[in-house]
Nanobody, 128 residues
């Protein structure tokens, strides 16, 4: 069982930055790949970024590539999302999620249905 708690959301002007954090419970955090997803009002939840359990692999949605950076600290049971050059279209509730390590990760990292555990989300608002 993994419990996830996001923090760091808030209101920022377009062009600004925010750093989201996700704290995980449990002693097997390093066995999980982690992902960030977001959902804006009236839209489906979409993939933002993912990082493998060993930190070797990172993936990004095209819409955030070059602006967002995902990282993790297995010693602290935490995953982060540094968001720079924010745009109004980045506004959404951001969720972190955990997927147990296993074969086929390379084809599943952006599939919300493959993630077993989810946080409650943190709101990001970007003013223009």
């Amino acid at each position: 069982q993994v419990q996830l708690v996001e923090s760091g959301g808030g209101l920022v002007q377009a062009g600004g930055s925010l750093r989201l954090s996700c704290a995980a419970s449990g002693r097997t955090f390093s066995s999980y790949a982690m992902g960030w997803f977001r959902q804006a009002p009236g839209k489906e939840r979409e993939f933002v970024a993912a990082i493998s359990w060993s930190e070797e692999l990172t993936y990004y949605a095209d819409s955030v590539k070059g602006r967002f950076t995902i990282s993790r600290d297995n010693a602290k049971n935490a995953v982060y999302l540094q968001m720079n050059s924010l745009k109004p279209e980045d506004a959404a509730v951001y969720y972190c999620a955990a997927m147990r390590r296993g074969p086929g990760y390379g084809g599943a990292y952006n599939n919300a249905g493959k993630y077993e555990y989810w946080g409650q989300g943190t709101q990001v608002t970007v003013s223009s």
